[in-house]
């Protein structure tokens, strides 16, 4: 059985900085593509980021592109999202995934991000 559980979310300011973590246990995490997805109060989950089982690729949202940054560390079953120049529309539950077979299996509970205008 695999959990995934994210932390650091929080409130800041506009323009400002925040970095989550997703810490997975179960399965072989080394194995599996990871993503970052958020959820915003009214609206539909959307995707937002994506790493493939080695760190080597990763794709984004385009609307998070060069402020966001997706990140793992095998060794540690830690996936992160650092993100920076936040926006008020960033606002949302963030959650984090692991893709098996092209799908998203496994979803963690998920961590509050606010951005103050």
């Known amino acids: 059985q695999v959990q995934l559980v994210e932390s650091g979310g929080g409130l800041v300011q506009a323009g400002g900085s925040l970095s989550l973590s997703c810490a997975a246990s179960?399965?072989?995490?080394?194995?599996?593509?990871m993503g970052w997805f958020r959820q915003a109060p009214g609206k539909e989950r959307e995707f937002v980021a994506r790493?493939?089982?080695?760190?080597?690729?990763?794709r984004y949202e385009h609307s998070v592109k060069g402020r966001f940054t997706i990140s793992r560390d095998n060794a540690r079953k830690m996936v992160y999202l650092q993100m920076n120049s936040l926006k008020p529309e960033d606002t949302a539950v963030y959650l984090c995934?692991?893709?098996?077979?092209?799908?998203?299996?496994?979803w963690g509970q998920g961590t509050q991000v606010t951005v103050s205008s």
């Open positions: 995934a692991q893709e098996r077979g092209g799908s998203w299996e496994y």
């Open positions: 179960g399965g072989t995490f080394s194995a599996y593509a």
């Open positions: 790493i493939d089982y080695s760190g080597s690729s990763t």
